[in-house]
């Protein structure tokens, strides 16, 4: 195997900061504004982007300087504030500072693991385990997730709080989620980290049934049927990585890193049959992450976190693995895989790297087209390869997979990729089957959930002024010009302004929306564009005035769009922790136009877990996603010219080809 790893070669103003580059900016605030470490907690260190304008000016001509600046988003305890300044990394200097109102920061990984020690070494909660007959010898046995509440009561309102959820583990290496404590709910305040309230739902017994999935637990395996699968490359791989820069086939992009965002996507482009470089997107990442719970119990009815806003997808981003032939305990499987590092920054404000965080690699598709002429037997067929670009981010008992997909006929295709363990909790065997979710053992029960997505994309295609139309199928009623009843067209309707512009998919109509820039033309004379094509989703079976579509707002509506702004970064708002209608229901106030503007594109994707008993004690990956696909932007299949054979400088590869 091969493992690549980038080497920062080319430089470019999107570049995210390095381990240096935090270190820096932690020193200078805290030198300049004479920081107490003491009170003061850090929860991003991030690249503060420059301007739209500005990058695409320096794309043109890379002697223009742009200033290397820095976003540092931390938290006083003294005075209960969240502040955001920036910093010059090329000058030193703090540059500006300003207090967030009424904001809360989301939990950080290192608060995950200090609020489990606090749930774990409280008296009050080891003497109600105790009560329930829970005898823990060893604290480290005890389980606690740190879960941000989706709303408070009234005693807790205006404090910084927690749930600590719990489960048993039998040993150190058990799996815990299998022992759910049922019923007792912890509350922890984040500042001080200490237990300020337990809530007692009932009891239920603490499961007996292990719920292992590693081989040295189960004991056993089964694969001796299986062959191994080898991915060769004897020559390398097609893909070119320069820093941060990836070149593939004709795709051009960039690629960086956010605490909030995970991955990020920059400046996508694709060159061509008459080598001009051609924009589609400026700027795509994963936003929001809502998952609401369906059961309304005291024990389960604040479950509706919003991942990416209370704690962040980057800030929880995991290493990947690499493996091949009969290597399987992997995530990026092939011979040549490029590996790229993040940084993120601790509580106390030290650079945290972590390796192989994202992963970039190319892999064949199946059939990329294909013709068999009947007349002459001869068949032409092509192959379809893609490039890859992905990370994995483990909240806790969930694991989610992000992948970018780019295809050689020009289409981009997104797909988040669930699995983990679910959320559960502990029945009784004599209680009823229950209606808010599903038994998958006699002793454990899965409450039904939904995940809710959101993806910005600030899409320019073929510049930056383009206008969006749905488009649906129509059918035209019987007349003497449709005698049989047989026609029907795609009827486009034009998105004027940014509140018109909330939508839902119906795949009963084929409902797609299309991107499209009226200055460009191809070669019949029509404009050049895009389409957003959904997949799989699903709205909220919720009230219209249910609290979860106000914590969440975005979650109403699949799709939103809205004319480009910096500032409106986030589905929910910066700082969603406690908040509701925030994010996306106050951009639109202003139903700003969206004709012929540069349009950022907010999807919302739901995907449904009626939990199933062969989702237990590991769930098997479930996907969904969407396709961004080209549409007159090309004057042809741009794929046509693909060879039959590979050649190097000319010459043909000659290989034997088994066939059986």
């Known amino acids: 195997m091969v493992e690549e790893e980038q080497v920062a070669i080319s430089k470019s103003p999107l570049d995210p900061l390095n381990e240096e580059e935090i270190r820096k900016s932690v020193e200078v605030l805290k030198r300049q504004l004479n920081l107490d470490a003491k009170v003061v907690k850090f929860f991003s260190v991030e690249l503060k982007e420059p301007k739209k304008q500005e990058y695409l000016e320096w794309r043109n001509n890379k002697n223009i300087k742009i200033e290397r600046e820095s976003l540092v988003k931390y938290y006083n305890f003294q005075d209960r504030k969240v502040y955001e300044a920036i910093i010059s990394l090329d000058n030193n200097v703090v540059k500006e500072i300003r207090s ?19 749930v774990r070494n409280d008296k ?9 007959g829970i005898l823990i010898n060893d604290l480290n046995l005890l389980m606690v997730d740190c879960w941000a509440p989706g709303h408070v009561d009234e005693e807790l309102r205006g404090r910084r709080v927690a749930i600590g959820y719990m489960w048993v583990k039998k040993d150190i290496e058990d799996n815990g989620y299998g022992r759910p404590v049922h019923g007792l709910m912890p509350w922890v305040d984040l500042d001080k980290m200490e237990v300020i309230r337990i809530d007692d739902h009932g009891t239920s017994p603490l499961p007996l049934q ?12 089964f694969g001796d049927d299986l062959k191994p699968i080898e991915i060769r490359q ?22 960086g890193y956010t605490p909030r965002e995970g991955l990020v996507i920059y400046d996508v482009r694709y060159i061509d049959e008459n080598n001009r470089e051609r924009m589609i997107l400026y700027r795509a990442s994963v936003v929001d992450l809502m998952v609401p719970y369906g059961d309304p119990s ?8 919003l991942d990416a806003g209370d704690y962040g997808l980057g800030n929880f981003i995991v290493p990947l693995s690499h493996g091949n032939y009969d290597l399987y305990n992997c995530d990026c499987f092939g011979e040549v895989i490029y590996h790229l590092d993040v940084t993120r920054v601790s509580s106390n404000g030290t650079p945290i790297k972590i390796k192989k965080a994202i992963c970039v690699h190319e892999e064949d598709f199946g059939v990329l087209w294909r013709h068999t002429d009947l007349r002459s037997g001869k068949s032409e067929v092509r192959r379809n390869r893609r490039l890859v670009v992905s990370f994995w981010a483990t909240l806790a008992n969930y694991d989610y997979g992000f992948f970018w997909y780019f295809y050689q006929d020009g289409s981009i295709e997104f797909l988040v990729k669930l699995t983990g363990i679910i959320n559960d909790d502990s029945i009784s065997e004599k209680d009823p089957t229950p209606k808010y979710g599903t038994r998958v ?8 959930h939904i995940h809710f997505f959101n993806i910005r994309l600030n899409i320019n295609v073929d510049g930056l002024r383009n206008r969006i139309y749905e488009v649906n199928l129509r059918g035209e009623p019987i007349t003497e010009k449709n005698p049989v009843g047989n ?9 004027e302004n940014e509140a018109d512009a909330r939508r839902h998919v119906n795949p009963q109509t084929g409902r797609y929306w299309k991107i499209v820039n009226i200055q460009k033309k191809n070669y019949l004379g029509l404009p050049v564009a895009y389409r957003l094509v959904p997949g799989h989703n699903v709205l909220p079976p919720l009230p219209d005035d249910s609290y979860v579509r106000r914590r969440g707002a975005y979650i109403n509506y699949h ?15 910066d700082y969603p922790y406690l908040r509701a209608n925030d994010g996306l229901p106050k951009y639109i106030l202003k139903k700003r136009s969206i004709v012929d503007e540069d349009l950022v594109i907010w999807y919302t994707l739901g995907v449904e877990h009626v939990v199933r008993i062969e989702d237990w004690p590991v769930m098997p990956v479930e996907m969904a996603g969407f396709r961004l696909i080209p549409d007159g932007f090309f004057d042809k299949n741009p794929t046509i010219y693909l060879p039959r054979q590979l050649r190097i400088n000319g010459q043909p590869l000659h290989r034997e080809h088994k066939s059986h």
């Open 298 to 305: 005291p024990f389960h009815n604040k479950k509706m976190v």
């Open 559 to 573: 799709l939103w769009v809205t004319p480009y702004n910096e500032e409106e970064r986030y589905a929910s708002g």
């Open 100 to 118: 967030i109102d009424a904001a809360y920061p989301p939990i950080t990984l290192d608060e995950f693991g200090e609020c489990e020690k606090a």
């Open 441 to 448: 053992t006699p002793e454990v029960y899965a409450p039904i």
């Open 210 to 221: 292990d719920a292992n999935y590693t081989p040295e637990k189960l004991g056993k395996i």
């Open 124 to 132: 009050r909660v080891q003497e109600a385990l105790t009560k329930r």
């Open 234 to 255: 004897p020559l390398s791989s097609s893909i070119k990585i320069n820093g941060w820069e990836i070149s593939w086939y004709r795709w051009r992009l960039r690629i």
């Open 487 to 495: 026609a029907f067209f795609a009827e486009e309707n034009l998105l």
